[in-house]
């Protein structure tokens, strides 16, 4: 495989990583949102492995496969299971409607695209255009979490925006080293153990996941 | 040595003057009203008899009245000599003028008041009380306008001591000041206020409502009534005293030769005669104002004392 | 044995407090020994400070010192000039007279409630008021400003079951912190430009000194430093804390409070004007003179209208700060323009007004104090005729009354009248328009000083003279005698200080010769020292020996001659009141102080916020036969409702500006930080 | 070997308390465990002040000046607050609020937290950093909701999702540190480390950097509470148990600064001026404002001072801002002293608030008269926090506000109103609650309060004699940070 075809191929995954990105944005389902993360954290975990095999740095291997492991398969998966479990139901509701979201989303884009354009000159590395790609999804899975109104939908927006910052870690830098990586994937595990936990409590205190029951703790009078 | 003891002897023929002078002008005034207003008058010696009879009547007290009460009298007596003692009278070289400047002179003034104040709230009567309230919103009043009076005078002299001023005016060659003009004018409506003239106050009054200085006075008889008569009597005849001496101090004695001090007791005479008759002419056409009047009446003096000080810088 | 330094006897001093503030935690579970303990070697310091404050005065020796705390790079220096050391003489002055004062007065809390925050922070107080005057720099001055004001806040506290005691101390407190800080800004602003600011040295007062700064900034530093220290003094509009916190706190408190503490904030306006920064602008004085004059009259007026014995005090303190800051305020004018002698005459007038109020107010709080305990009450409505059962307090108060009035020959008349001759000089200035306005402020002046006799007669009759005016018989009992014995000491100060301004000006006078560079001793001194001849004996004089023996000499005739010449008539007739023959009098038909005010609430209503009702009891009936009307009048500060209420009014609609931004929707919170890196990234 | 000991301490603790943090002898472990850490501080810092900074674990730690003293700070607040949770927790044990369960929870998290914290100041890898700020944030979440109340499990909902958003947007940032470290130091772990960051700061890429710069800023200003990315602060502080929002506002915002701060050096080296340092006055700005004008309208006794936080916090951001040896000495003092004081109201606060069985103000009155200790306790823990002497803030302020109207005096009048009004705010409560007549509601228990004397204590010596080594110490800090 050449470089050429290597970055070929990454600037393709970056492509969709975006398109799964915009496709959190516009899902109105939960579980279609599942499906869009997994896919999302599987082009993830593919375009890491790709620049790990050109770059010859294999300590992106492991960066792939917990990739793979994580936001492929468990974090869906306890999702998943919760969504089940608590009952909770399919449909998303969102505060914004979505063709704004998605005109707000093309905005956040260009924004990006402005904003790394002098990194963009910087780099020698064959994955710098990448870089906007990856501040965007960080964008995007903001918006969503800013968008919608169910604490596991946010949940999905947060591990989005993640997703953003890995692929902004593998592509701009060819990866952090791997104490960084392993600490921060081990991090993500505690997170989604502690957000499982938070789903139970949530629903054990209030009945319901969604966050207009969360909003008491206010200062307005 | 010699000027020393001739500036004692003036002293004392001084506080003499004073002290006798003092009912002689009132007497002057009453029986210049009484010729005015068409009534036969009892004489120019009649307040020397009502002071001496007043001397051997029993004094009859409140119940209440405390040690101020029956203190009042002496000091407000006390501080009335004093002053005679301090203005210029019928010398400019008493030995006891540095005692005092006009500020200071105001303050034994304000220091009567202030006891004779509190007399009237001694006994615990509305009337008293309401004299003290009313005789202290005039003096308020009076006060920053004698100041500004006080002052421009004081600019001309360039001093504030009263010898000085009355010497200034003496010694320089005489010319027309419109400063002066309005700070005479200015002092003439303050001394009306200030020794409790008509239009500010009646004298001879004893309605409840249009006294103000009687009121305060109230409830004293005998001696005390005596000394506080008498101390008003000279209140008025220093008032017009420091008047004829601030702005018309021609035939005051000086140092030297001696022979001036038995001219100045006579030109004394004759400028307080007019003044008691200036008085008269005021007096007799006009009423007394109401209260909330005075405010008008002490703003135009203060007026122009403002403008005699203004036409000072300005003209002069 | 030789005599320790003046710097030495104030350190002392300060240690013996700060012992004694320790020593009260210590011993709280005894209380009546704590009383005793607490303010018996309170007085020994204060004894220490007085003759430490003298000397330094006589010696005009500057002496320095520096103790190895604070900062390693700013540990704290002390100083002590003729300037500091008149201060810590005013200070050890009250001071002694106080602390004697409260051996009586507070033995009365004793077994009513536990004073051992009073033993705690009284001490601390009188120490910071101290080290306040000795610091010599910016850090270890703001130290003790503020251990000043802590201290001074928890003796306003001290009654704090009351809620309007407690109103009084936050607003005490507050007014008094946002001072402060603005006079660390002004120190902030004069240390940057002192050399050595990097390494800490800059915020010592001699660096200061030795700074080169512009005159635009000078102006800065000087408003904020001067509106720092105003806040404190009790200027017009930043007095409204004084009249509440007076009252609130226990008399010997308020003594000290009104008598010294607002002084140190004076002494923060002289030490910063003439000895750091250096007059060097006219309209400086300018500020000083007007805010002066304001503070003057309004302060009177306000004193006049008040019910309340220790508020009308209070007001009466901002009148009298504003004498003092008139005096000061021309002096800088004089300076400003290089005539220094008048600009030292001033000064003294200032410095000599500072004690002369240290002096009569204090006596005049410990009176209100008396009465206090004797009546357990302050309204002067519900007294009257306290002479008659406490004929010393009524004795001593009067001269208080008295001295306040500058009525000669008291010690408040000299300062007065120093003040009116530096007044009546101001013609030698070379700028035209002030000449003009000058002698419109000596007017103002004389209204103060007629306005102030007016209301120290309304003061003082109705409180002791008259009848009682309370529904129940009055039950006071004259007080103890180290009450008496405090309040003695400061009537014999207030007449000697009157009696001998010679004597006290010779010594003062080393105060205005380091900071301006001229005294005024010498002319005041060719005539002999029987009389006060500032500038020159033609220009004016006045001799308080003189006329104090005149007029007792006269008063002494008149008596020996009209009083015991015939014995048989000495004897006196009591009889009823006679009130022009009306004979159903009762207590409640004097004259009251409401009614006394009445003439000047109709004149200069103008200034003041009055809300005036009268209604009749029985709504049903007709206005003509009603039997009785309520009458009700409310006279409210209008600088409150001018100055506070919008700033208030204006923190709370912020505060529910600010409220909106703790909404409550996770959603916005994410928004706000989404918004914020977006505005960040756009403008970065 | 200290630091070994220091960081192994807590984690072994922890390991230990997860097991047994429901006995009897828990919350003796637990004490035991900070003050163990504390005397390692200890030696570790008198390593630091005779032989200067140095790296340890193959250039994983560094220690200098100013990161040990903020772990020594750690380590003694942290042994603190588990002598004050001893009593207060077994209170509300008894309450009933918290169950066996939870105890074991609070144990472990709360050494957990500690360790976390002292991972954060002494790596030397920008990475870790990062890691270790998120587990500090991760242990304390569910801290926040021990109590289960509704509104206790919403508040920590908020810091989760608020904190986490903001800490990932500081990887984005520790990315592009490395993006522009990389070009100077090749790929690997040496372009993560402080030490060679520092060393050649100049040579990295401006524009990166400032970019790198905004992330940090809104991501570890997340964690400082900076208006107006704060609003997870007051709601964590006045839900969570009170030694809980102590160690927060106490330590975890320090630290939080800390990240900031060194960041900032990095910044200023590569772009040569103190862009950084106005975007970081702005906000500290901002904070004091915003924190005063909502302070003027608590109710809730922890829910103001956690406000009084945010305030504080923005001085010390303000400063580090302004930069300079005197704002920058007088900002590292303020971490320390702002702590100490803080974390002693907060248990102060927290005794009054179990006196009361409210943490309603208005329902809590008359605490001297009550239980002295705490009622002058938190009458001078107020003073001191309201910037007055003679306690340490107000020598921070000093020095802070005197480096102010010297190089920004436009933002004087701003910090004058920001002081006036938390002033105002913080006294027109606490007066009415220390002083007046004594509830009927309010119980006599037994209550810890020396803790909050010894650090008072600290505070007041603080202000009024700064020792010559803590002295030399904010020295060395501030040539590190200039």
């Known amino acids: 495989m050449t470089t050429n075809l290597a970055a070929q191929i990454n600037g393709v995954l970056a492509a969709l990583i975006l398109l799964t990105a915009f496709g959190l944005l516009a899902q109105r389902r939960i579980y279609g949102m599942l499906h869009l993360f997994a896919l999302q954290g599987l082009f993830l975990s593919v375009s890491t492995a790709i620049v790990g095999y050109t770059a010859g740095l294999h300590h992106l291997y492991v960066s792939a496969v917990l990739t793979l492991i994580l936001k492929v398969f468990v974090l869906p998966y306890i999702l998943y299971a919760l969504v089940h479990k608590l009952h909770i139901r399919k449909e998303v509701e969102d505060l914004v409607n979505i063709p704004t979201t998605m005109l707000i989303g093309i905005a956040l884009v260009i924004f990006s695209y402005h904003l790394t354009a002098p990194v963009r000159e910087l780099s020698t590395l064959i994955t710098k255009s990448t870089l906007a790609v990856a501040l965007s999804t960080v964008m995007l899975g903001f918006l969503v979490m800013i968008t919608r109104k169910k604490a596991v939908t946010q949940i999905i927006g947060f591990l989005a925006l993640e997703n953003g910052l890995f692929f902004a870690a593998t592509s701009a830098t060819y990866g952090m080293p791997l104490v960084v990586e392993l600490g921060v994937a081990l991090d993500i595990l505690i997170a989604a153990f502690i957000f499982g936990l938070f789903f139970f409590q949530i629903r054990t205190t209030f009945d319901s996941l969604d966050l207009k029951e969360m909003e008491k703790l206010k200062e307005e009078d | 040595m010699t000027t020393t003891l001739y500036s004692i002897i003036v002293e004392f023929v001084q506080i003499a003057v004073v002290l006798l002078a003092g009912p002689a002008l009132a007497g002057w005034v009453r029986m210049l009203k009484c010729r005015m207003q068409g009534r036969t008058s009892a004489g120019v010696l009649q307040p020397y008899r009502d002071i001496m009879k007043l001397f051997v009547k029993d004094v009859v007290l409140a119940e209440n009245a405390s040690w101020i009460f029956r203190f009042t009298p002496y000091l407000v007596f006390g501080a009335t000599v004093m002053a005679g003692a301090i203005i210029p009278v019928i010398s400019t070289v008493l030995p006891s003028a540095p005692a005092a400047d006009i500020i200071a002179l105001v303050a034994i003034f304000a220091m009567a008041r202030f006891f004779t104040a509190l007399a009237g709230m001694d006994a615990g009567t509305a009337f008293g009380g309401m004299g003290s309230s009313r005789e202290m919103t005039v003096a308020t009043l009076a006060e920053p306008a004698m100041l500004m009076s006080v002052f421009t005078v004081s600019l001309v002299s360039g001093s504030t001591s009263l010898s000085q001023m009355a010497q200034v005016v003496t010694t320089n060659p005489l010319m027309l000041r419109p400063s002066l003009a309005f700070a005479l004018l200015a002092f003439i409506l303050i001394a009306v206020a200030e020794t409790g003239r008509i239009p500010v106050d009646n004298p001879a009054t004893h309605l409840e409502l249009t006294m103000l200085h009687e009121a305060m006075t109230l409830e004293y008889s005998g001696r005390h009534l005596a000394l506080i008569e008498w101390a008003k009597m000279i209140k008025l005849f220093l008032y017009a005293a420091l008047g004829v001496a601030l702005f018309f101090p021609w035939g005051i004695a000086g140092a030297t030769p001696l022979w001036m001090l038995p001219a100045a007791v006579f030109y004394l005479a004759v400028k307080m005669a007019i003044v008691g008759a200036v008085i008269v002419l005021i007096e007799t056409p006009l009423a007394k104002m109401r209260i909330f009047r005075v405010t008008e009446f002490l703003g135009m003096a203060f007026l122009f004392a403002t403008i005699g000080m203004l036409s000072y810088f300005m003209l002069e | ?66 103790l190895p705390i604070g900062l390693p790079d700013l540990p704290f220096y002390l100083r002590i000039d003729a300037l500091s050391g008149f201060f810590i003489a005013i200070i050890g002055l009250l001071g002694l007279f106080v602390s004697i004062y409260s051996l009586g007065y507070v033995r009365g809390f004793v077994g009513q409630r536990s004073i051992t925050s009073l033993a705690v922070f009284y ?31 928890f003796l306003v506290c001290f009654e704090d079951e009351s809620g309007a005691n407690r109103r009084a101390a936050f607003i005490y407190l507050l007014i008094a912190h946002i001072g402060a800080v603005m006079i660390l800004l002004s120190f902030g602003l004069m240390a940057g430009f002192a050399s050595g600011f990097e390494n800490f040295k800059g915020y010592t007062f001699s660096a200061m000194r030795g700074a080169h700064i512009s005159p635009g900034w000078a102006s800065a530093a000087f408003l904020l430093a001067f509106f720092g220290f105003a806040a404190k003094a009790g200027v017009v509009p930043l007095h409204v804390w004084l009249p509440e916190a007076h009252p609130a706190a226990p008399s010997n408190v308020s003594a000290l409070m009104s008598g010294v503490m607002l002084k140190t904030a004076l002494y923060g306006i002289i030490r910063l004007t003439f000895d750091i920064l250096t007059v060097s602008q006219w309209w400086w004085g300018g500020i000083v003179l007007v805010l002066g004059l304001i503070s003057a009259v309004t302060g009177i007026l306000y004193a006049i209208m008040q019910v309340d014995l220790k508020r009308a005090l209070a007001y009466s303190s901002v009148e009298n700060v504003g004498i003092i800051l008139i005096s000061i305020g021309l002096s800088m004018i004089f300076t400003a323009h290089k005539m220094h002698e008048l600009a030292s005459l001033a000064l003294i007038a200032g410095l000599y007004h500072s004690l ?162 001229a005294k005024i001793s010498v002319s005041a001194k060719t005539f002999g020292w029987l009389w006060l001849t500032p500038v020159s004996s033609v220009r004016a004089s006045y001799s308080a020996p003189v006329i104090f023996i005149g007029i007792t000499a006269v008063v002494a005739a008149a008596y020996a001659v009209f009083h015991s010449r015939r014995s048989s008539k000495t004897a006196l007739t009591r009889a009823p009141v006679w009130g022009c023959g009306f004979e159903k009098l009762t207590n409640r038909m004097q004259y009251n102080s409401t009614s006394f005010a009445m003439p000047l609430r109709r004149i200069f209503g103008f200034l003041m916020m009055i809300k005036e009702s009268v209604t009749p009891q029985d709504a049903n009936a007709h206005g003509a036969f009603q039997r009785k009307f309520v009458y009700r009048l409310m006279i409210n500060d209008r600088v409150w409702y001018l100055l506070y209420k919008p700033f208030s009014k204006a923190a709370f609609w912020c505060a529910r500006k600010a409220g909106f931004m703790q909404h409550g929707r996770i959603q916005i919170y994410l928004l706000y930080s989404f918004i914020t890196l977006i505005v960040l990234l756009v403008f970065a | 070997m200290t630091l070994l000991i220091l960081l192994g301490v807590s984690l072994v603790a922890a390991f230990i308390l997860a097991f047994v943090g429901d006995r009897k002898y828990a919350p003796e472990v637990n004490i035991l465990g900070s003050a163990t850490a504390f005397v390692a501080s200890l030696f570790l810092a008198a390593e630091v002040y005779n032989n200067g900074a140095f790296t340890a674990g193959g250039e994983f730690f560094f220690v200098d000046a100013f990161n040990v003293y903020l772990a020594v700070l750690t380590t003694f607040i942290s042994t603190t607050t588990a002598v004050f949770s001893r009593r207060y927790m077994r209170h509300e044990r008894e309450l009933g609020r918290v169950g066996k369960n939870a105890m074991r929870f609070y144990h472990a998290m709360f050494q957990l937290f500690i360790f976390a914290m002292l991972l954060a100041l002494l790596t030397n890898n920008v990475g870790v950093l990062w890691i270790a700020m998120e587990l500090a944030t991760l242990s304390t979440v569910l801290l926040v909701s021990l109590y289960r109340t509704p509104s206790a499990v919403e508040a920590a909902w908020k810091y989760f999702i608020l904190c986490g958003v903001g800490i990932a947007l500081a990887l984005f940032g520790t990315v592009l540190l490395y993006f522009a470290a990389e070009r100077v130091f090749g790929s690997g772990t040496a372009g993560l480390l402080w030490t060679n960051l520092a060393a050649s700061s100049g040579k990295l890429e401006p524009t990166v950097l400032s970019l790198a710069f905004i992330f ?82 608590q109710k809730d006794v922890k829910r103001m001072f956690a406000y009084s936080s945010i305030e504080h916090m923005g001085i010390a951001t303000f400063a580090f801002g302004l930069g300079g040896p005197v704002a920058t000495f007088g900002a590292l003092l303020h971490m320390l002293v702002h702590s100490l004081t803080k974390s002693s109201i907060f248990f102060t606060a927290g ?132």
């Open chain 4, 216 to 297: 940090f800023m809104v991501g570890y200003g997340t964690k400082v509470g900076l208006v107006p990315l704060h609003n997870w602060l007051p709601d964590a502080h006045s839900e969570g148990p009170t030694p809980i929002s102590a160690v927060l506002s106490g330590l975890l915002l320090n630290v939080a600064l800390y990240a900031l701060v060194r960041c900032k050096t990095l910044v200023d080296g590569a772009t040569h001026g103190n862009k950084a340092g106005y975007i970081m006055m702005f906000f500290g700005m901002l904070s004091i404002l915003v924190a005063a004008f909502s302070l003027l309208r």
């Open chain 3, 123 to 153: 001490p601390l107080f009188m120490a910071g008021m101290i080290l306040v005057v000795i610091s010599d720099d910016a850090y270890f001055f703001m130290i003790a400003w503020e251990l000043m004001a802590v201290s001074s806040f």
């Open chain 4, 351 to 482: 005794n009054a608030s179990q006196m009361h069985h409210t943490q309603e103000m208005s329902r809590i009155q008359g605490l001297a008269r009550g239980n002295p200790p705490v009622g002058w306790g938190l009458m001078l823990g107020v003073i001191a926090i309201a910037g007055m002497p003679p306690f340490g803030v107000f020598t921070s302020e000093f020095l802070i506000l005197t480096a102010t109207i010297k190089n920004a005096p436009y933002a004087a009048p701003l910090f004058l109103l920001g002081l006036a009004v938390t002033f105002a705010a913080l006294f027109r409560r606490v007066i009415p609650m220390v002083f007046g007549n004594l509830p009927a509601h309010q119980r006599k228990i037994k209550v810890s309060q020396s803790v909050v004397i010894v650090h008072m204590a600290i505070v007041f010596i603080l202000g009024l004699y700064l020792p010559e080594f803590l002295s030399q110490w904010f020295h060395k800090a501030v040539e590190i940070l200039r």
């Open chain 3, 1 to 66: 044995m030789t005599m320790p330094s003046p710097m030495a006897l104030a350190v002392y001093s300060v240690v013996i407090l700060l012992i004694m503030a320790i020593s009260a935690l210590v011993f709280k579970s005894r209380q009546g020994f704590l009383v005793n303990a607490v303010f018996a070697f309170s007085s020994l310091a204060c004894v220490m400070a007085l003759t430490a404050g003298f000397q330094a005065v006589s010696n005009g020796a500057v002496e320095t010192l520096i």
């Open chain 3, 356 to 517: 002369n109020h240290a002096m009569f107010k204090g006596l005049l709080f410990m009176g209100a104090g008396a009465i206090l305990h004797a009546t357990h009450e302050r309204n002067m409505e519900r007294m009257g005729g306290l002479i008659h059962k406490l004929p010393w307090t009524a004795t001593l108060f009067l001269i208080g009354c008295l001295s306040i009035s500058a009525m000669p020959p008291f010690n408040g008349f000299v300062s007065e009248w120093l003040t009116f001759q530096a007044f009546l000089l101001s013609p030698a200035l070379p700028n035209p328009i002030l000449k003009l306005l000058f002698p419109l402020g000596a007017a103002l002046l004389a209204l103060t000083a007629a306005l102030s006799a007016r209301c120290f007669v309304k003061v003082y009759s109705v409180t002791f003279l008259g009848r009682w005016r309370g529904e129940h018989p009055c039950a006071a009992r004259e007080v103890n005698w180290p009450m008496k014995a405090g309040m003695c000491l400061c009537a014999a100060s207030c007449l000697l200080l009157g009696v001998f301004p010679t004597a006290v000006i010779g010594w003062a006078d080393m105060a205005p010769l380091i900071l301006i560079g």
